[in-house]
């Protein structure tokens, strides 16, 4: 990983493998660590040098195309990005310290929501955690899992999803669930019709799901 004096460079890739650790501890923040990969060619260089790659490797071929695909607004492909540089620099002999943050962080997400919810990560991002103020660990699992229930408001039940949930979000914000219809003998299989009211604009929306 260190190039010799002679060839008109040191240490060309300390600085690139510097970040990777940075990132693995923790102690680079992950859209930063995105803004470097995007913007260094150098990283593409790094990544590649990887002769123990295993074809079947989870990343499916080049580590540094894998990260590329990623979203580093999403605590899971943050786990996923850190999991795959780890490996790498296990296969490689390359010491690092890897901190559990970002999977603690993704565990907390995943378990403050109700299990009729998947809420697209940006918008917890975005729209939420802000609000959260300095709240952390269990009181910000826990201030969450109100934050849900408050957000994503129902008339009556929860919807029963017969697939991955897919509650709407609208410009002003999540609808409100006003029920399911079971649908028997019209698709090839049984189907449900999930419906949605939007209180600023009074517009209905329906998610269709067939098993």
């Not at 890739?13 to 150098?42: H, K, N, P, W």
């Not at 490689?92 to 999977?103: F, M, W």
């Not at 109700?114 to 709240?135: F, H, N, T």
Request: a negative charge; charged letters at 25%.
């Amino acid at each position: 990983m260190t190039s010799h004096a002679g060839d008109g460079s040191v240490n060309l890739m300390e600085e690139i493998l510097a970040t990777v650790r940075a990132f693995c501890a923790g102690e680079v923040a992950a859209a930063e660590f995105r803004a470097r990969l995007y913007s260094d060619q150098r990283f593409e260089a790094f990544l590649n040098s990887d002769p123990s790659l295993r074809p079947d490797n989870y990343v499916k071929g080049s580590i540094y195309q894998f990260l590329l695909q990623l979203d580093f607004d999403d605590p899971r492909d943050i786990v996923n990005a850190q999991g795959a540089l780890a490996q790498y620099m296990d296969r490689n002999g390359i010491a690092y310290v890897k901190t559990d943050r970002y999977a603690k962080f993704n565990d907390l997400i995943a378990k403050a929501q109700p299990s009729w919810l998947d809420v697209d990560l940006k918008y917890i991002q975005e729209k939420m955690l802000p609000d959260a103020g300095a709240r952390s660990g269990t009181e910000l699992r826990d201030w969450l899992q109100g934050e849900f229930r408050t957000r994503f408001r129902c008339v009556k039940k929860p919807p029963k999803w017969i697939q991955c949930p897919a509650w709407p979000i609208g410009a002003n914000g999540p609808l409100v669930f006003l029920g399911q219809v079971e649908v028997k003998d019209y698709f090839h299989d049984s189907a449900a019709v999930y419906v949605f009211h939007d209180p600023a604009t009074g517009a209905c929306e329906t998610v269709v799901q067939v098993y």
